[in-house]
């Protein structure tokens, strides 16, 4: 007998634009039957795409708490689920919502993926015991952003059998058609309409924050003492960006610095990152390095890890990218004085971290085995 589609029903705060590819392929799975339930924007401003896909729906905002805690409104757990069905949750343990949803489908047999960070930037060894315990109590199965953040939790004691990772990443492949249709031409008249002929260009992409922190000032200072050849260019919108351009106003190297504002179509970012030598990002970095990796551009970030996002475990040192002792400007000059002198090594690299480990592709095999692998838990098989 053919086996039952599995019901799967993901909570999530928003359906952000790079994560909307990767709904849309568990939604396609002729195995699942995939529901997801989100808001329309999250405490933090990230808002969700609005794609005309009826398994997605976007009237779950979320409400503040208490100052720190949060309610997604108007939640509930599908009746289609069943017994050997599974239910995804976004791992956060204050969204308080989310257990109300939790007990319900532990009273049916349905399970329970604890999909989040093991590890984030803003993550303290106390939230760490925490977040440790909810997983362990509330979770059937955790499904990690990245293979390292397994490693670590097995090492907690937590089931092998039970620990699975994506390997967080974006959707490369629109970058693959991209980088297809431009040739090195194009790419130079690019850089000769914006004055960056024979230029070393530094670049950074991300929003202009203030916490957690780009530090960009860091790299503004550094242009100071870097050759005269290296330009920077920054990609983003926030409220720093005054402070950033004020400062290389008083340094007097504005000559050197593009601030282009906020881009978001892939087709406009591309071109940017193809002429680059090197991407930095002085702060806590994450998916942004994954982005950088797609274009084959080495990455430069500091030496801070517990401070960065999960996806900084892409990145190894002297391989396709560096690390620098954090807020050190004279270790920051050497790091991309290392990055762009050796441009070709490192960008070999840079696209075989995305080939092997971080691929679009593995990471929807990894979310799907996981999702499938849950479901054996309580799911009666028949012969």
């Known amino acids: 007998m053919e086996n039952k589609k599995i019901n799967v029903q993901i909570i999530q705060p928003v359906v952000p634009r790079y994560r909307l590819p990767l709904f849309e392929a568990l939604i396609n799975d002729e195995r699942l039957n995939v529901k997801i339930m989100a808001g329309m924007i999250e405490s933090g401003g990230v808002r969700s795409v609005q794609p005309n896909i009826s398994n997605i729906d976007l009237h779950h905002n979320m409400k503040v708490v208490l100052k720190k805690l949060f309610w997604q409104e108007n939640l509930y757990l599908i009746p289609e689920l069943t017994k050997g069905d599974v239910l995804v949750v976004n791992g956060n343990i204050k969204f308080l919502s989310n257990y109300p949803l939790i007990f319900r489908a532990k009273q049916k047999g349905i399970s329970v993926v604890w999909w989040g960070h093991g590890w984030s930037s803003t993550t303290t060894k106390l939230s760490f015991f925490i977040r440790k315990y909810f997983m362990k109590f509330f979770a059937d199965v955790l499904l990690l952003y990245t293979q390292k953040e397994k490693q670590m939790f097995l090492k907690e004691g937590f089931d092998e059998a039970k620990v699975f990772f994506m390997n967080n990443t974006i959707y490369n492949k629109d970058i693959k058609t991209i980088k297809e249709n ?105 998916l942004s390095l994954l982005h950088s990796f797609s274009y084959g551009l080495p990455a430069v970030t500091n030496d ?70 849950a479901s054996k838990i309580h799911r009666e098989v028949k012969q």
């Open 304 to 373: 801070s890890i517990a401070e960065h996002g999960p996806e900084v475990a892409a990145l190894e040192d002297n391989v396709n990218g560096k690390y620098f002792k954090k807020n050190d400007e004279k270790s920051l000059i050497e790091a991309i004085n290392a990055v762009t002198n050796n441009k070709d090594f490192f960008k070999k690299n840079a696209l075989n971290t995305i080939k092997n480990d971080f691929s679009f592709d593995k990471t929807i095999q990894r979310v799907t085995d996981c999702i499938l692998s």
């Open 182 to 286: 431009i040739n090195q031409d194009e790419l130079l008249s690019f850089k000769i309409q914006n004055n960056l002929e024979n230029k070393k260009i530094l670049l950074f992409v991300g929003r202009l924050r203030k916490t957690p922190s780009t530090n960009l000032g860091l790299v503004i200072n550094a242009l100071k003492s870097l050759d005269d050849d290296y330009r920077l260019v920054v990609i983003g919108e926030g409220e720093e960006k005054s402070n950033f351009i004020r400062l290389s106003k008083e340094l007097d190297i504005s000559n050197k610095i593009l601030f282009l504002g906020a881009i978001y179509e892939e087709k406009e970012l591309a071109p940017w990152f193809l002429i680059a030598d090197c991407f930095v990002y002085p702060g806590a970095i994450g």
